[in-house]
């Protein structure tokens, strides 16, 4: 009969706990909803990341892309997309996040990183500026 091996995993393998890029996107257009008085929504749009090869995009196997949205309902669902990320599905850190109105790639290094260029976006004039100007419109 054949001896059990032993164990072999760290005791404290589930104890580490990742808070997802997407759910930190999610709670912030919460925010920016209720802030809004729902005027504002946001659509997270979630699909296979493209990745560059050589010049031609082609879909990676374990990547994500979200897409960051704002929505205006009122407008007749008029939208126009933020930023967006893309990571891997088994490492989420780093990744590339892409602000639009900015033309800027930033490399995302970990979760910290990660809310403070979310706020650096997000407090880009041209940020507020498209903001202001969507709300002017309502």
Not at 45 to 70: Q, V, W, Y
Request: no cysteine; proline share 5%.
């Amino acid at each position: 009969m054949r001896e059990a091996a032993p164990n072999l995993w760290p005791e404290d393998i589930l104890e580490k706990k990742i808070t997802l890029p997407k759910a930190l996107l999610l709670d912030q257009a919460n925010y920016l909803s209720k802030m809004s008085n729902n005027i504002l929504t946001v659509e997270i749009k979630t699909s296979p990341a493209l990745m560059g090869t050589d010049g031609k995009e082609a879909l990676t196997t374990n990547g994500l892309r979200h897409e960051f949205i704002i929505k205006v309902p009122a407008l007749g669902n008029y939208q126009f997309p933020l930023l967006w990320i893309i990571h891997g599905s088994l490492q989420v850190y780093p990744f590339q996040l892409y602000s639009i109105l900015e033309e800027t790639f930033y490399e995302i290094s970990d979760e910290e990183h990660f809310k403070s260029v979310l706020a650096k976006v997000f407090s880009f004039e041209k940020t507020r500026n498209a903001i202001s100007y969507i709300m002017s419109q309502v």
